[in-house]
């Protein structure tokens, strides 16, 4: 039986291991290594619930739970029968309603062997810690102080999901932002370029590529800077413009015509902070538009000389 | 059968002698070499002989070895396995781009049905640590774990581990084997000063405690306790006596042993010390070591399920531990021998062990006993 300090040194210890890293795995490696050594535990594993609320709807919106095991040390522990032991009284699945109920027989505990024991512990609103001792059990205490310990697993965990999350996230917005074929824009309310997506060599059919923009002005590129100031009157009254239609020149002095949907963006101030948006080329539908109109004109000529004789 | 070959010389032709013998014995399917540093073998003069093995074998050079009732300082101890080894290098074990557990995992693609694993690793590489967590995350319990630190007390690295591609260095050497032990682990250390919170660590270098220089800490609890001073020449005569400990609950604290003290204060032990940690200054005396490599005796013979018959006690204990009893480690290894049972074992760089409970753990100044199934 260990003392009060000596309970106190070890939880410190313990509790300064947790969430140490935002990858999940290495996280839970060095954290469950942590804990295993300093309570002379044999294995542990940690569950995370299926589907988990970080990825999902809000855990009171699913119908059904089940656990999955993320992380054991050791790796393979289907010989651990202790482990094993408390597993078989890990619901499969349970229904979203019902897991208040099992998370109140928690911290559960029980004995494979004599001498082999098990502990399931709650990790609030993401899953369960699994740990196994042999010899002596761990100290009533100890078991009620590890609550605080699994609470800050528990957000340790969660911190790593979103982070991972939030990664897989901007894997999925920078691949739209590289691989879009219209361009991205963000410039100050002045004008500047502070952001705009690779796609503008595309646009620009070679001519620009996206570190010849940051930092110039927007005014450089309009052919009639009017446009700008157009588009800005149509912001400044209702925050936000859709296919507004402005033209640019390229570098060679070709114009391109485009269409800008955006948004003016406000600072936490509620003043106009930049203006982010896409820019698509229309040169081919204005080109189009311009042939047709011609077109017509041109049979509008032809109509109004119906009432002569036609000579072709 | 363990059929044991000893050559008392220590020379390259005494081993090549009883490595003959041993591998010309009926049943031999692998071997197991304990020999010390005085024999200076070197890759030069033992390579060709290692590479012309036809069975596994694997081993290390120990500052010294026990055979019986003797410790020996010069002479090499051969053991034939009937059992084959499946015996596994990982190199780079200073490496700290390296992840262990991944490269275990490609060498041991199923743990299979050994029991006992040999752990044996160059005792100056830097990762230690990091090879044993990586060996328990891997495998866990489901085998036993035996072994310790090779090299010499001359704290120079060199190749001191055997194998069949010759003498290696930085290294470690895994040896699963199909035989039943028992381990049993105990060191005799007891706190005479403490908690101190060790507040800024490197792997084995103990920076700060409690924000102050380690060693002002260190120096004012052990000058009080030893009543002597230390000088710029007598740290380790003094440190040797006055370990650090540190805690875990249910268990035995684990030992470090600081074995030098750097200019700015910092002190280098013997494996790693965790920063956060929470650590005592240890001392022991005689009396409590010896008692201690008796109970690693009684806790190994307990943890033996293997088959009733002849048996081996290999004795892993911590060089330092000689250093610190001096003509007195006689009574530690008398604490171990049975008469019934032959004994061998190594003075080693640290140890490597787990009692087949609990983590693995690399340990300082600790005697770890494997009661082994001769088979």
Known sequence: MSNTIEQLQVLYEIAMSIGLSLDLRSMLKNSLAVLLKKLSCSAGGVLLFQPHPISSPALHDLQEIHFEEVFTIPRSITHNKAYQ???????????????????????????????????????????????????????????????????????????????????????????????????????????????????????????????????????????????????????????????????????????????????????????????????????????????????????????????????? | MFPIQIDLTGTVEGFQKILQQTISQKDVAGVLVLACDANDFKPETVNTILKNIPIPIFGGVFPEIIHGRNKLIRGTILVGLSTRPNIQIIPHLSDPSIDYEEIIAQKFPESGQNKTMFVLVDGFSQRINALIDSLFNYFGLEVNYLGGGCGSLSFVQKPCLFTNEGLIEDSAVLATVDIASGIGVSHGWYSVSGPFKVTEADRNVILT????????????????????????????????????????????????????????????????????????????????????????????????????????????????????????FEKEIQAVYQEDIPLIGALTLGEIANSGRDYLEFYNKTAVVGCMEAK
């Open chain 2, 209 to 328: 405690i409690d924000w102050q220089p380690a060693f002002s800490i260190y120096r004012r609890v052990v000058e009080e306790a030893a009543h002597c001073e230390f000088t710029d020449t007598n740290f380790f005569e003094l440190a040797k006596s006055y370990p650090f400990g540190i805690k875990r609950l249910g268990g035995d604290m684990i030992v470090r042993d600081p074995i030098m003290v750097k200019e700015n204060g910092a002190l280098v032990c013997v494996g790693e010390v965790p920063a956060e940690s929470y650590v005592d200054i240890l001392t022991g005396d005689t009396s409590s070591l010896v008692k201690a490599a008796g109970k690693a005796l009684t806790l190994s013979l307990e943890a033996f399920h293997g088959p009733a018959g002849r048996t081996i006690i290999i004795l892993i204990d911590c060089i330092s531990r000689v250093l610190f009893l001096g003509k007195e």
């Open chain 1, 85 to 312: 032991a408390a597993i078989r009284h890990v619901p499969k699945t349970i229904p979203a309603d019902r897991l208040g109920v099992f998370f109140q027989q928690l911290p559960l505990s029980g004995q494979e062997d004599p001498g082999s024991f098990f502990y399931i512990l709650e990790l609030p609103d993401i899953g369960l810690l699994i740990l196994t001792k042999y010899g002596e059990g761990l100290d009533p205490i100890i078991l009620k102080s590890l609550k605080p310990l699994s609470n800050k697993l528990a957000s340790a965990c969660k911190a790593c999901l979103q982070n991972t999350a939030l990664r897989e996230s901007e894997e999925n917005y920078r691949s739209i932002f590289e691989n879009v074929q219209d361009v991205y824009l963000e410039t100050r309310i002045d004008g500047t370029i502070i952001e705009v997506s690779p796609s503008i060599e595309f646009i620009s059919k070679g001519q620009y590529k996206k570190a010849d923009l940051i930092g110039k002005s927007i005014y450089e590129f309009y052919t009639d800077i009017k446009d700008r100031g157009g588009l800005i009157e149509v912001m400044q009254k209702t925050g936000s413009v859709t296919d507004f239609e402005v033209s640019f020149k390229n570098r060679d002095a070709s114009i391109i015509f485009c269409s800008i949907s955006a948004k003016m963006l406000l600072n936490s101030e509620s003043q106009q902070e930049k203006i982010i948006g896409s820019i698509h080329d229309i040169t081919d539908r204005k080109q189009a538009e311009d042939a047709l109109r011609e077109s017509t004109d041109y049979l509008e000529n032809l109509l109004s000389f119906a009432n002569a004789p036609i000579m072709v």
